[in-house]
């Protein structure tokens, strides 16, 4: 990792790039973020981000922005974070500023509304990758399976039966607010795992 302002400058263009194609929200933008922090530049192991990735999205405010702030502060202290919130949010400053001046001319032009009808299903393909990462970290253990070689050791089981407690819960009890499944998660992790 290159340190002192090159290094600052490193990380505010790769979010300054996660912020700029990052279009379907907060969970395409982690995507994005796992892809070039982990995969491609080895900053911050997968373990780490996906622990990242669960307090961000458990604190108020915008998942893409949080986890933004987060690896920054994770990398390089609160100037860090300072530096990869501006990267994430500078993009979506400049383009709602252009979109905001010619919106209402061009929303009703064919190729502006094909362009959303493409983007539907291509955000909704990354947020099902970034949550498909989630669900296989938090359920398998890949890792002990290898060492082990024993199919029972490839699933975390304790996590499954919560996570199938959670489903029921969140898809039968329709009056509990997620943010109890929040709380119940993180006791779950506390006290049980």
Known sequence: ????????LFLFCIFFYVGLFA?????VAATFMQQ???ERYHLISAEKFYSMLAISESTPGPIGINLATYCGTE???????V?????????SLIIIMIVARFFM???KK??????FTGLRPATSGMVLVAAMNVFLLSLLNIQGFKETEMLIELFRWKSIIFYMLCLVVLFFLKKVHPI??????????????
Not at 110 to 115: K, L, S
Not at 180 to 193: C, E, P, R, T, Y
Request: charged share 0%.
């Open 105 to 107: 001319t061009m929303q």
């Open 83 to 91: 530096v990869t919130t501006f990267g994430e949010i500078l993009p």
């Open 1 to 8: 990792m290159l340190n002192g302002i090159c290094g600052l």
């Open 75 to 81: 990398l390089y202290g609160p100037l860090g974070g």
């Open 36 to 38: 070039v922090l982990v």
């Open 23 to 27: 279009v379907g929200g907060g969970l």
């Open 180 to 193: 109890f499944i929040v709380i119940a998660g993180a006791l779950f992790g506390i006290l049980i795992l």
């Open 110 to 115: 064919p190729i502006v509304q094909a362009a």
